[in-house]
Nanobody
Framework: QVQLVESGGGLVQAGGSLRLSCAAS????????MGWYRQAPGKQRELVAT???????NYADSMKGRFTISRPNAKNTVYLQMNSLKPEDTALYYC???????????WGQGTQVTVSS
């Protein structure tokens, strides 16, 4: 089992920045990658960014150049630095961990990000 706890969400004005954190615990040896997804009201959950233990990153097109995912020293904490935030970035942001041996996804409880115009 893997447990994920997110933090760092909040209310920010357009153009501002936030940094989200995700602390993972439990059986992590087969977890790869970790990442962030988001879900806005009335919309499907969508990819934000992922990062492998080797540091390979993948971003959704709309986040490239504004968001940065990191996982220092491939440890069990993943960060999402979000800059130049827009009102359309408003959503519940979820941390994800994919277990490639058990073939299952783990999710955090989500952290709300609200960007005012």
């Amino acid at each position: 089992q893997v447990q994920l706890v997110e933090s760092g969400g909040g209310l920010v004005q357009a153009g501002g920045s936030l940094r989200l954190s995700c602390a993972a615990s439990g059986t992590m040896f087969s977890v790869n990658p970790m990442g962030w997804y988001r879900q806005a009201p009335g919309k499907q959950r969508e990819l934000v960014a992922t990062i492998t233990t080797g540091g390979i990153t993948n971003y959704a097109d709309s986040m490239k150049g504004r968001f940065t995912i990191s996982r220092p020293n491939a440890k069990n904490t993943v960060y999402l630095q979000m800059n130049s935030l827009k009102p359309e970035d408003t959503a519940l942001y979820y941390c994800n961990a994919r277990d490639v041996v058990r073939m299952r996804d783990y999710w955090g409880q989500g952290t709300q990000v609200t960007v005012s115009s």
